[in-house]
């Protein structure tokens, strides 16, 4: 059978993490992998009682793992995450969020047709989580195009499963501590031709807790991006 590790990076998420981990570990469970399976939760140097929870709920859950790291940002335990999973032997790696805005009732269909495709990820065509979320979605759609010239129906979503033997390909090209890795994999999939397919999936509202992303910090990401795809580019083309 095989194994499948859900990679979950999570920073302040104590209104969140319980119900995560209640969503998430019966995927793990059910796609045990004859016990290899794990759902790993990547504590991004909370400063709230996130890491003190996880723990606290893996003493009954042998297929969870929690983790925790000095504060890098999502992109950077994005990397950590599928770092990890690659070295433990994961053949395959799923990746979500911690703020709820995913189901995990909609994974099935993700895992059936895991063998067609190298990536299947989820397209979030119906936003529940306020419209200057949509726009930026919109305008990296128009960068990535201009940067890349690759058209990607949702380069960020976090609903994605990966063939672990194609991201380990890949993961050498993402400058360490990136802030967009979901980003750089969705361009750097394309690029290569590898099979990727998009399913819709449903995307709520954040459940609980505070964003620590604003659109401050969005504007600042992006103008940061700019730079980092041209040379990033410079990459690909000599990979």
Same mark, same amino acid.
């Given at each position: 059978?095989?194994?499948?590790?859900?990679?979950?990076?999570?920073?302040?998420?104590?209104?969140?993490?319980?119900?995560?981990?209640?969503?998430?570990?019966?995927?793990?469970?059910?796609?045990?992998?004859?016990?290899?399976?794990?759902?790993?939760?990547?504590?991004?140097?909370?400063?709230?009682?996130?890491?003190?929870?996880?723990?606290?709920?893996?003493?009954?859950?042998?297929?969870?793992?929690? =983790?925790? @790291?000095?504060?890098?940002?999502?992109?950077?335990?994005? !990397?950590?995450?599928? +770092? #990890?999973?690659?070295? &433990?032997?994961?053949?395959?790696?799923?990746?979500?969020?911690?703020?709820?805005?995913?189901?995990?009732?909609?994974?099935?269909?993700?895992?059936?047709?895991?063998?067609?495709?190298?990536?299947?990820?989820?397209?979030?065509?119906?936003?529940?989580?306020?419209?200057?979320?949509?726009?930026?979605?919109?305008?990296?759609?128009?960068?990535?195009?201009?940067?890349?010239?690759?058209?990607?129906?949702?380069?960020?979503?976090?609903?994605? =499963?990966? @063939?672990?033997?194609?991201?380990?390909?890949?993961?050498? !090209?993402?400058?360490? +501590? #990136?802030?967009?890795? &979901?980003?750089?994999?969705?361009?750097?999939?394309?690029?290569?031709?590898?099979?990727?397919?998009?399913?819709?999936?449903?995307?709520?509202?954040?459940?609980?807790?505070?964003?620590?992303?604003?659109?401050?910090?969005?504007?600042?990401?992006?103008?940061?991006?700019?730079?980092?795809?041209?040379?990033?580019?410079?990459?690909?083309?000599?990979?």
């Amino acid at each position: 059978m095989e194994s499948l590790f859900i990679i979950i990076p999570a920073y302040n998420e104590q209104a969140n993490i319980k119900n995560v981990i209640a969503d998430w570990y019966p995927v793990v469970e059910n796609h045990n992998g004859k016990g290899e399976s794990r759902l790993v939760i990547i504590d991004d140097g909370s400063t709230d009682a996130t890491y003190e929870i996880m723990k606290g709920l893996a003493e009954d859950k042998p297929l969870f793992v929690p =983790l925790t @790291k000095p504060n890098a940002g999502h992109g950077a335990t994005l !990397l950590y995450g599928y +770092d #990890y999973a690659i070295k &433990n032997g994961a053949d395959y790696i799923f990746q979500t969020d911690s703020d709820g805005q995913t189901l995990p009732e909609e994974f099935g269909q993700f895992w059936d047709i895991r063998n067609q495709h190298d990536m299947v990820i989820g397209s979030r065509d119906t936003r529940q989580d306020g419209l200057s979320r949509v726009f930026v979605t919109k305008i990296l759609k128009a960068v990535i195009f201009l940067s890349f010239h690759v058209v990607i129906r949702d380069a960020n979503t976090p609903f994605r =499963l990966m @063939k672990t033997d194609m991201l380990k390909n890949i993961i050498p !090209l993402i400058p360490k +501590d #990136y802030n967009l890795s &979901n980003v750089l994999i969705s361009v750097l999939y394309a690029k290569k031709a590898y099979s990727v397919k998009y399913i819709s999936i449903t995307f709520r509202q954040r459940q609980g807790g505070i964003n620590s992303i604003n659109i401050k910090k969005i504007f600042g990401i992006g103008k940061q991006a700019l730079k980092d795809f041209s040379a990033i580019n410079k990459v690909i083309k000599r990979s």
